[in-house]
C-alpha cells in the first residue's frame, strides 16, 4: 500500500498528465486553441516516463498507454515495469496496482488532486484555459509551441513546481513531450508515440480491467 504523500503525488501526477493530454489541440493563439479543442473527440496514445531522482544516476523507466473518450473518460495505464491503471469514468475513479493476484483496486490513497483535474476537464475541451483558477498557463508559439503550466495553489506547487509541454513540429496540436518539474530537483519527462485523435474507442476500456 502506497504511503499517503506518495499515493497523493501520484494522482496528481496522473491529473496532470491528463490535463496535457487534452492540451493536444493547441495551437499559436488561444483563439487556435479554442476553435481546435472542439474537434477533439477521442484520443489515444502510446507513452514512455523517465523519471530524473537526484539521489539515482540513471532515471527510472516506465511505459504503457493512454485513451480518452469525450467526455470525461480516461484510461492511464502502465505496462511496464509494474503493471498499473488509473481509470475514470461517468464521474467515477478508480485506481489499480498489480498484487499477488493480479490487478486489485487500490482505495487506500487520497484523489482530491485527481478530482480537482476532473472537475477542470469540461474548461480543457472547450479550450477555456486563461480563466483556470488552478493553473496559469502561457503560450509560446513558433515552429514547435510549447506550453508552460504553474500551479496556482500552494499545495500544489509544493509537489510541482512547473510543467513544460512541447507540441510536435511535424505536426499541428500533437504533444511530442511533457516535462513534469517536481520539489528537490526531480522531474519526470513523458514522450508520446503512435498519437491517434479521433479513432474509435471501445467504451469497455474504461469499465473493466
Known amino acids: 500500500m502506497m504511503k499517503k504523500s506518495g499515493a497523493k503525488r501520484y494522482v496528481?501526477?496522473?491529473?496532470?498528465?491528463?490535463y496535457c493530454i487534452f492540451l493536444l489541440g493547441w495551437a499559436n493563439t488561444w483563439e487556435d486553441i479554442r476553435r481546435e479543442s472542439?474537434?477533439?473527440?477521442?484520443?489515444?496514445?502510446?507513452?514512455?516516463?523517465?523519471?530524473?531522482?537526484q539521489i539515482l544516476t540513471r532515471p527510472l523507466v516506465s511505459k504503457g498507454f493512454f485513451y480518452f473518450q469525450a467526455p470525461d473518460s480516461v484510461r492511464w495505464e502502465y505496462t511496464s515495469p509494474i503493471k498499473s491503471v488509473l481509470i475514470t469514468h461517468k464521474g467515477n475513479i478508480k485506481r489499480y496496482t498489480q498484487g499477488e493476484k493480479g490487478l486489485v483496486e487500490d482505495a487506500g490513497g487520497p484523489l482530491e488532486a485527481m478530482q480537482i483535474v476532473l472537475q477542470e476537464i469540461g474548461r480543457w475541451t472547450r479550450g477555456e484555459f486563461t480563466e483556470n483558477e488552478h493553473f496559469s498557463a502561457t503560450l509560446k508559439g513558433g515552429k514547435a509551441p510549447s506550453i508552460i503550466l504553474t500551479p496556482k495553489e500552494k499545495g500544489m506547487a509544493a509537489m510541482i513546481s512547473r510543467v513544460v509541454i512541447t507540441l510536435s513540429p511535424d505536426r499541428?496540436?500533437?504533444?511530442?513531450?511533457?516535462?513534469?518539474?517536481e520539489n528537490e530537483g526531480n522531474h519526470t519527462l513523458f514522450e508520446f508515440t503512435d498519437v491517434?485523435?479521433?479513432?474509435?474507442?471501445?467504451?469497455?476500456?474504461?469499465?473493466e480491467m
Open 12 to 18: 496528481f501526477l496522473m491529473g496532470i498528465l491528463c
Open 38 to 53: 472542439k474537434k477533439i473527440h477521442s484520443v489515444s496514445a502510446q507513452f514512455s516516463q523517465k523519471k530524473h531522482v
Open 172 to 181: 499541428q496540436g500533437v504533444i511530442k513531450t511533457v516535462k513534469i518539474f
Open 196 to 207: 491517434q485523435i479521433n479513432g474509435k474507442i471501445s467504451e469497455t476500456l474504461f469499465r
